[in-house]
């Protein structure tokens, strides 16, 4: 406005094992090596991932892109890192943030191979949708699943996210239309004012 700019927020949060703060700048070398050291692992789960992903330099160009939209809320992508901040074990991200009388997003989320199975994601994931909710004042958050998917499915039904549908052919995941299970979780105690 007046052509000064916003600052993008600073958010850090914490929990018993991790730090969960929003991706900046300096992270591009954390997330390339994330990428690549988990890409065989989280092929059969995401979209088909050019080689930018796996490298600094592409990811440097796309946190240019992901600053800006942290600083319009229109998106918040989180680093899941351990407690010394060295690694990034995990990424969640609250994306498609709308406001009017909606008030929503859709989350996605992975977890790098050597972490899985204890208990992170559900952690990390309650530090962060409790940001969204309450400092972000969103009411609903949206999450899909792929029904072969059973742990993430578990994991958001723990979250307290509930099933609403089934979509055929709902995302293209690792070159193919895939079905997915459409869960939401809504804000009970929302209201108007702040």
Request: charge should be positive; charged fraction near 20%.
């Amino acid at each position: 406005m007046f052509g000064y700019r916003l600052a993008a927020p600073k958010v850090r949060l914490t929990t018993d094992r991790l730090v969960v703060r929003l991706v900046h700048e300096c992270d591009a070398w954390r997330l390339a090596d994330y990428y690549a050291t988990n890409r065989d692992f989280l092929k059969p789960w995401e979209p088909v991932r050019d080689e930018s992903h796996c490298y600094p330099s592409g990811w440097q160009a796309r946190l240019g892109l992901i600053t800006e939209m942290h600083r319009q809320s229109s998106a918040f992508y989180f680093a899941l890192l351990d407690v010394e901040e060295t690694e990034i074990c995990g990424v969640a991200n609250f994306s498609n943030v709308l406001r009017g009388s909606f008030h929503a997003c859709f989350l996605g989320y992975s977890l790098g191979e050597k972490w899985q199975g204890q208990g992170l994601m559900y952690e990390a994931l309650q530090s962060a949708i409790g940001y969204i909710q309450r400092q972000q004042r969103i009411h609903r958050i949206m999450a899909n699943y792929m029904p072969h998917n059973q742990r993430s499915g578990n994991l958001l039904a723990r979250l307290g996210f509930e099933k609403e549908g089934y979509a055929k052919d709902y995302l293209l995941i690792d070159g193919r239309w895939q079905d997915h299970v459409l869960t939401a979780l809504t804000m009970k105690t929302w209201s108007v004012g702040r």
